[in-house]
């Protein structure tokens, strides 16, 4: 979703007549925040502190602070490092041009918060300034209803709210025209698209109207909710072949006890059964999944659940975390707060248990031949380039610039715990 804004904003400023330039050399710096964890908001803060000695010698660049931690802290932030001069929460970022403009003209910091939590100043703008040309995000509904114990989610991005579906059908095939081939539809809980509204047209649908767009040859879709899937989206997945075989499905966790106080609204057999649905529907399937470790009061019994059911689902990917207190959520006062120590050692065991299943399962992939969309030059290596298959996993091979942006049939060779090495598959 900071993708997203952060393109959006991008192509709104390069409309106005801005230029994107390096650091060094920038009037302004937007920074679009995340205050999911604590880390998150730790190395926005540091990057401030550095930007902020800056500002202080030499009067510029300025920043615009955007985003979850903006809404949360941004005031306190303001005060302390005078180089913020406007602060807006996700839900204001419409009227964030103007006013960079604003106060470029008179100086006068500005703030723009999100205090009614269904109010809405969209930037009515499509992002065609992307940072991957190939690859482009869509928004499909704002906020979250569902206040898990331990999620700021809800306190920062306020109630859900749904896009209208002509007006994200309008936005794909916009995209679509500019030479994209992914899309990714996203919102904290796809699968409450549309039940804030009185419809009927949910997210089964959207994703099948979607999946209709000329030139869209890929879509994904991020994050699915176990108590909110409806499986007439596995119907529809199971006969468009334009959507991706890849459904992130967070848990959380495996106890029952840890669930409940979580607020997910689902049973650890609940979840199973609900993977064994989507299994038989789609065979070639990749599940990913969210797992917290360390929240309030979890017993060692109760992270080994956990534990074991990663194990014997066999996830593809594990986002796993450490459980990190959020000020105002109902889990940050909970009894029972986990030592830090306990909190990394049961991350660093799950983690290791995780990197050697999903190695056995990419390992399944070599010798098997995938289409693959080229879509950006690989992290490490000279002539390298990354892709990814249908199920989402990365693939490396060899190319070059003018390669990206194309489908291709690569032959896979090897795998890692994180990716499948490949090449390209020219025909026998
Ligand atoms: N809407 C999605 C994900 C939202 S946040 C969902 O319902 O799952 C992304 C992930 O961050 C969550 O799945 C959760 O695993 C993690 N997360 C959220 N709050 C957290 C916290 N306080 N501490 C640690 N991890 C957290
Ligand atoms: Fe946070 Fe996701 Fe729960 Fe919403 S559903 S409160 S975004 S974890």
């Not at 918060?113 to 992002?127: G, K």
Request: proline share 4%.
């Amino acid at each position: 979703m900071n993708s997203y804004d952060g393109d959006r904003l991008r192509t709104a400023m390069i409309h106005k007549g801005w230029t994107e330039t390096p650091d060094e050399t920038a009037d302004v710096v937007f920074l679009v925040t995340c205050s999911i964890r604590e880390k998150a908001e730790q190395k926005v803060a540091s990057e401030i502190g550095r930007y902020d000695l800056q500002f202080r010698k030499t009067g510029g660049p300025i920043l615009v602070l955007v985003g979850c931690m903006a809404q949360r802290i941004g005031r306190e932030m303001a005060k302390k490092f005078p180089c913020i001069r406007i602060v807006s929460g996700p839900r204001h970022l419409g009227l964030v041009p103007q006013a960079v403009e604003d106060t470029m003209q008179d100086g006068r910091a500005r703030f723009f918060f999100d205090d009614d939590p269904r109010a809405l100043d969209d930037l009515e703008v499509v992002p065609t300034e992307r940072t991957n040309p190939f690859k482009a995000f869509v928004t499909i509904s704002y906020g979250c209803d569902r206040f898990c114990s331990y999620c700021i989610v809800p306190h920062v991005r306020g109630r859900l709210q749904s896009r209208a579906p002509e007006e994200i059908l309008t936005e794909v095939e916009t995209l679509a025209q500019t030479g994209v081939k992914e899309i990714s539809l996203l919102g904290q809980n796809v699968d409450a698209y549309g039940k804030d509204g009185s419809g009927g047209y949910g997210f089964a649908r959207l994703l099948d109207d979607v999946s209709k767009i000329e030139g869209v040859e890929r879509i994904r879709f991020y994050t699915s909710h176990p108590k909110d899937f409806d499986e007439d989206i596995l119907e529809v997945m199971a006969r468009a072949p334009r959507i991706c075989r890849a459904i992130n499905l967070p848990v959380q966790s495996g106890s029952d006890r840890i669930l409940k106080e979580m607020n997910r609204g689902y049973t650890s057999a609940q979840y199973l059964e609900l993977v064994a649905k989507i299994r038989a529907a789609l065979p070639d399937v990749s599940l990913t999944t969210d797992l917290i470790v360390g929240f309030p009061g979890e017993t060692d019994e109760e992270y080994h659940m956990s534990y074991d059911l990663l194990k014997s689902v066999k996830f593809d990917i594990v986002h796993t975390a450490a459980y990190s207190p959020r000020p105002g959520t109902r889990a940050a006062v909970m009894d029972g707060q986990i030592d830090k120590r306990v909190k990394a050692a049961r991350l660093n065991e799950i983690n290791e248990m995780q990197s050697g299943v999903a190695r056995e399962l990419n390992e399944a992939y070599v010798g098997g031949t995938f289409k693959v969309l080229l879509d950006a030059p690989a992290p490490r290596g000279e002539g390298l380039l990354q892709g990814r298959t249908m199920t989402d996993k990365v693939v490396i091979v060899s190319g070059n610039v003018l390669n990206l942006g194309q489908f291709v049939d690569v032959k896979i060779t090897g795998a890692s715990h994180w990716s499948l090495q490949g090449e390209r598959f020219e025909g026998e």
